[in-house]
């Protein structure tokens, strides 16, 4: 096994305990595989173990974003080209069954061949947090928007009188003013119940606005320093360029043109044309945080910039739908996201 020096190509299958690590001959031939602890201990020995077979040329792993990030970053350290490898060959899978092993071998078929594969996002730096604080802000005002749907929901256990003075207020009024019930101490009639669950979800709305309003003000200031030319954009805010960021990664030199990036944030066309009829449609497919933060970047535009109307009305009269037209104008702002956070990205990766 040791007397083998010829290239090889590693493939993993990781999950959150072990990591599954298989190694395969530059002709395809499968040499072997073994499991190894997902720790910076196992990490050392997998690679070790695989360099006894030859030189690794390179990596393909499973999920780089979730479970093999740790792998993979140790990887990156060792000067290995990584390659994120996507879901398993499904029709090989139908044919040969599945197991960790063979999700292993697959993963390294992948990176022999650069197929279903991509190099792998950098995670280690401040644009990693930035994404991190991305996400926390989004599921933070989901959770909040979903309390205050349950609290004005729950008015309507109270006697009419108090609701309807309730219903009146607004929103923030309401909070202020369910947060301010007092309760007493021995409670033992329903109404005291009722305002209990009503000033609990009131503190709850006040405790997430709290903490919303914590990450809104790093993101925009993290964003300003980190994204500046994304953010000059017209119609990009701290929160769109942080997703638009998110989704490119802090090595964008891994994308090798705006169409790449353009079909990674779902605003590519897709030809769907039949018989005489020459059509594309809409890409439903790629990153759809990203897609959103493109998306509201044109409804902007649309409203406020004349150049942005004119070309709505342009591709209308030549036929197109607005939702036609509104695609085609997804894609010119695709390549102009990807040249600003070129400029941004670039001192990021050296």
């Not at 928007?145 to 009188?161: G, R």
């Not at 989704?247 to 994308?255: F, H, L, P, T, V």
């Amino acid at each position: 096994m040791a007397q083998n020096k010829a290239g090889v190509i590693l493939g993993a299958d990781t999950h959150k305990r072990f990591h599954t690590v298989a190694v395969i001959a530059e002709t395809g031939r499968e040499l072997a595989s073994a499991s190894f602890d997902a720790s910076a201990r196992g990490y050392r020995e997998a690679l070790s173990w695989a360099e006894s077979f030859g030189e690794v040329l390179r990596a393909g792993i499973e999920a780089t974003g979730s479970y093999g990030a740790g792998l993979s970053g140790h990887f990156k350290k060792s000067g290995l080209e990584v390659l994120d490898v996507y879901s398993s060959d499904k029709k090989r899978r139908r044919l040969q069954g599945k197991d960790n092993d063979k999700d292993a071998f697959q993963a390294a078929q992948a990176a022999l061949s650069y197929t279903r594969c991509a190099s792998a996002k950098d995670r280690s730096g401040d644009l990693e947090a930035l994404r991190l604080m991305e996400s926390a802000y989004g599921q933070l005002v989901k959770q909040r928007t979903a309390t205050i749907n349950t609290l004005k929901a729950s008015l309507l256990a109270l006697q009419d009188q108090t609701r309807v003075r309730l219903e009146e207020l607004s929103t923030a009024a309401l909070v202020k003013c369910c947060a301010a019930f007092r309760i007493p101490k021995d409670i033992e009639c329903a109404k005291d119940r009722t305002k209990l669950a009503l000033r609990s979800l009131a503190k709850t709305i006040e405790a997430l606005d709290r903490e919303i309003a914590v990450l809104d003000k790093e993101i925009e200031c993290l964003a300003r320093t980190l994204l500046p030319h994304t953010m000059a954009l017209k119609g990009v805010g701290c929160h769109g360029a942080a997703k638009l960021a998110g989704a490119a990664g802090e090595n964008i030199e891994r994308m090798k043109s705006e169409a790449a990036f353009s079909m990674l944030c779902g605003t590519s066309p897709i030809p769907a044309s039949t018989g005489d009829t020459y059509h594309h449609r809409l890409n439903r497919g790629g990153n759809r945080a990203a897609n959103c933060a493109v998306h509201y970047m044109a409804l902007t535009r649309m409203r406020h910039c004349e150049k942005t109307r004119a070309f709505i009305a342009k591709k209308m009269s030549e036929g197109k739908s607005k939702k036609d037209a509104i695609r085609s104008l997804k894609r010119y702002l695709a390549r102009e996201v990807f040249s600003a956070l070129k400029k941004d990205l670039a001192p990021l990766s050296t």
